[in-house]
């Protein structure tokens, strides 16, 4: 995957730590152990008055000499215990937690808006989550916990989850669709090859697609499943209702401009309301005529290296999409991403992104 297109933005943020809540008091013993096993980790200071440990966000982070301090699943346990933080999980020892930096985070609302107002205005009634939301599953037998930045899941799906799982603090389904966005800051987490992977993880496990959005790197990357079927068909239909609609557009406009042109003797508020109807479907036309992005010319994930570890997901197609931002750019680019699948018919507008 290319990871090398990285140089758009400096990082804007210093390296933060959190305290991780312990259920009780923690010898020295343990902590080097914790500091040993994490020798590539800036572990910090234990706090024994308040039972605290402190560690680097976006870090993973192996807690093995501490899971004899909890007595059944030691991870769900530790992230019980600390609730105030959003802890994602790997296998059985490994935790971080996740820190969305401001710009970052305003682009991650953005996505959850334009999901919500789609979904309402086509009584799409599917159920559409935020960052607050975790979602468990395996990949390679290993069981992981993350909170996608934004995500979708279709009604007919969600009607069949029980209410055991709805009231869970942690879906045991997948999303249809799910959005992720990149932070700024220096946290192993944050690093391209991360985010990469874990959209990866997303599609092999059961996410028809999804988006990885990289102000950083300068590009959106687009992903979705092998087994997604009638992609193609989609497309084709996509892109003729854009012709569709670009010609009713433009017979719409003229309709209206003639419409302008004979309202000399009518009361100004008509005359208001008819320049509005066509200054909307002006700007409608001209976002039809801006870069349209489809779910296409997708290619397989290639093999690639994962912290020593070969990662290979056979199942999973992508495309980079590049945003061709200015360094000084205050909003996305005048890009329409189609989307696909469960999100079928909605359209990212990247230009209503918050980049400042």
């Not at 096993?37 to 000499?65: A, F, H, R, W």
């Not at 007595?71 to 935790?95: A, C, G, M, W, Y």
């Not at 599917?126 to 934004?150: E, I, W």
């Amino acid at each position: 995957m290319d990871i090398n297109n990285n140089n758009h933005i400096e990082q804007v943020e210093q390296p933060n730590y959190e305290f991780l809540l312990l259920p009780r008091e923690l010898d020295s013993l343990t902590y080097n152990k914790i500091v040993k096993l994490n020798s590539q980790v800036s572990i910090g200071d234990y706090d024994p008055l308040v039972q605290k440990l402190k560690i680097p966000v976006e870090t993973p982070v192996n807690i093995e000499p501490l899971l004899s301090f909890f007595s059944f699943d030691p991870l769900d346990e530790i992230v019980q215990f600390n609730n105030h933080l959003r802890i994602e999980t790997e296998d059985k020892s490994v935790l971080w937690i996740r820190y969305m930096a401001g710009r970052p985070d305003k682009q991650c609302l953005e996505f959850g808006s334009q999901i919500r107002n789609w979904n309402k205005a086509n009584n799409i009634n599917g159920s559409v989550f935020g960052s607050h939301t975790k979602f468990k599953f395996r990949v390679n037998n290993a069981l992981v916990s993350y909170y996608p930045d934004s995500c979708f899941i279709s009604a007919n799906r969600y009607a069949n989850i029980p209410d055991s799982i709805k009231n869970d603090k942690g879906f045991t389904i997948q999303p249809d669709f799910v959005v992720e966005v990149r932070s700024y800051g220096p946290g192993a987490n944050n690093a391209l090859i991360y985010q990469q992977r874990k959209m990866c993880r997303w599609i092999s496990s059961g996410v028809e697609s999804g988006i990885l959005f990289d102000r950083k790197g300068g590009n959106a990357y687009l992903y979705c499943n092998t087994n997604l079927v009638n992609l193609a068909n989609q497309i084709a239909i996509q892109q003729g209702n854009v012709t569709n609609e670009t010609n009713q557009l433009q017979l719409d406009i003229v309709d209206l401009q003639n419409a302008v042109e004979n309202l000399a003797n009518f009361p100004q508020a008509v005359v208001l309301a008819v320049q509005s109807v066509l200054d909307t479907k002006r700007h409608k036309l001209q976002q039809l005529q801006w870069q349209q992005v489809y779910f296409q010319n997708l290619v397989p994930v290639p093999t690639f290296d994962y912290d020593g570890i070969q990662q290979n997901y056979p199942n999973v197609l992508f495309v980079a999409i590049p945003l061709n931002l200015a360094q000084n750019a205050v909003n996305g680019p005048n890009i329409i991403i189609h989307c696909i699948g469960a999100v079928d018919g909605l359209r990212f507008d990247l230009s209503e992104l918050p980049l400042d």
